[in-house]
């Protein structure tokens, strides 16, 4: 029985060796990993953790004889570039202009008495504004007057507000009294409620058609109520009638003074953290990739969750997320937006605000983007949830604060071409032309595939390039090309004091001089715009997609009206803003 005690007694004198022996290689373990690189340096950002959802599939194997690709590693700084990335070329050139001309009559000289324009909207926030935007413009064709439009309250974003608890009503009829006579309620008919009659109008329908369908109706019933009044009125209207509609765009249409006092709190805590800031409409929810019929690298997984929410939608074709992707139709991810924005010079430490939803595949996800960017903030990050209370149960209260700090940022970015993004890139040129970043998605795509090949130095270089024409400079895009909300051209003017004013002039493109701002560098020849412009379509030209919803455009270079023009009034309601 000795040996064995003598055997316990010696195995014990090891444990203080093996335990020292275990510390000293866990120490030299959590050493080496501070020696390693950031995970924003490393091949694919958070490769390890993040789901497949941000990879791209290439070919990356190198065998004997091949040379190994070149590092892409994502610097913390934004890199060297002569341009102010907070503004836009020449801008100071251009401001807003919707006065009415002299020829344009007042309300009260040409409304006619006992007549009575209604409209009921329909979507999200960001769809019903330009369908109360053109009700305006209607009732100025009809030459009736207007009832306050009433607010969808039963689609897709259930939300039972009502005008005046989104927009300021009282402002809303003043500011208008010389263009068009509202009113608030319908008067009551032989003491009783007065129900109009209702109709619907065809998409596109332009003054005459107005005139030609609505005149004998309004004249019988006196009373119209027209139903679903979205993009109800071309997109091709004259001069004074477009400049209405910025008049009620820019000037008009106010939001309440308790979501612009909760918006500006925002504004104000995001400019306390920096002195500029990004925002970024993201739109990468699950509904929003299920219909674009793409493919995120997530697996058997994404495919059987999309194809579940996809199937909701009848009149939807078979997807090619091939095709898609390489037309420019696929929303980017998270990251590479990220990516997009450090190309074009924005650094690590900048701030950025992110509008969206439920985000596909939740916080990883997000991860590499705010592996880009760290300083990431959402109303929600900003405010507590007794502040947001008031609006947490109204998801357009909700929306109009996250328009409120896109709109007010230094930079907007959209990841998709709905109305929000519209409205907030022609609010940003009609107010001077701020930047707003618009992905060129069919551009950016075999950009996005084959980085694991290139340098950060090359990748930077082409996606500057790719987003030529795409950065929101003044007169990027033709007057009357593309939807009249994105490119209010007959309501910017030039300056021509600002132009004289300037010193000095520098050749661009061979056929025409612009003036050099004094108080910036001069821009790169890589970044200057070329007479290169966006393939924007014109709205009025193009079929309804209602027989073709398969079309969905994102960040392609053409874009219409009717994107969301469908049978299905969820996936209208859905894409709406």
Known sequence: MAYPRRRHQYRHRFLPA?????????????????????????????????????????????????????????????????????????????????????????????????????????????????????????????????????????????????????????????????????????????????????????????????????????????????????????????EELQKLRCRVNYHALKFTNPIRQMGAKLV???????????????????????????????????RRELATIRRRWKTLHNPNPERERRQGRCPLTPEEVGLLLRALGYDRDTHIFVASGEVYGGESTLAPLKALFPNYHSKEILANQDELKPFSSFSSRMAALDFIVCDESDVFVTNNNGNMAKIIAGRRRYFGHKPT???????????????????????SSSARSSQRGFMGDPKEVRPGRGAFHENPACCICEDPEAKKNTGSVRKVTGKKSLPVRKDMDVVAVEDQNTNEE?????????????????????????????MFSSEEPELD?????
């Open 437 to 459: 970043i618009r992905p060129n998605a069919k551009k950016l795509y075999r950009l996005f595939s084959n980085r694991v090949n290139m340098t950060w130095e090359e990748f």
């Open 534 to 562: 966006p393939e924007w379509s014109d709205p009025d030209e193009e079929d309804d997609l209602s027989s073709q919803l398969g079309n969905s455009l994102y960040n392609e270079t053409s874009l219409e009206d009717d």
């Open 573 to 577: 309601e859905l894409l709406s803003d």
């Open 268 to 302: 104000r805590r995001m400019r306390t953290k920096s002195k500029h800031y990004i925002a970024l409409h993201l739109r990468f929810e699950p509904d929003m990739l299920a219909f674009s019929g793409c493919y995120y690298g997530g697996g058997d997984k994404e």
């Open 18 to 238: 093996i335990s020292a022996i275990s510390a000293a290689i866990l120490f030299l373990f959590v050493f080496l990993s501070f020696l390693a690189p950031s995970p924003v340096e490393t091949d694919h950002i958070h490769r390890a953790r993040v789901p497949l959802i941000f990879s791209r599939r290439v070919n990356n194997d190198v065998g004997e004889g091949n040379e190994a690709p070149p590092k892409f590693r994502v610097p913390d700084n934004g890199g060297v570039l002569h341009r102010d990335i907070w503004s836009t070329k020449n801008s100071r050139f251009y401001y807003g202009c919707s006065n009415a001309s002299s020829q344009f009559a007042e309300a009260a000289a040409v409304t006619r008495p006992d007549r009575y324009l209604a409209i009921a909207t329909s979507g999200g926030l960001n769809q019903q504004r330009t369908g109360i935007i053109d009700a305006v413009v209607a009732a100025r064709i009809l030459n009736v007057t207007l009832v306050i439009p009433k607010l969808d309250q039963k689609s897709f974003w259930k939300d039972v507000s009502n005008f005046s608890e989104i927009f300021d009503v009282d402002w809303f009829i003043s500011f208008l009294k010389k263009d068009v006579k509202i009113i608030k309620d319908l008067p009551r008919r032989r003491g009783q409620i007065w129900n109009p009659y209702t109709m619907r109008v065809p998409r596109k329908c332009n003054e005459q058609c107005y005139v030609r369908r609505l005149v004998p109706v309004l004249s019988k019933k006196h009373a119209v109520q027209l139903t679903k009044f979205d993009y109800r009125l071309s997109n091709r209207l004259g």
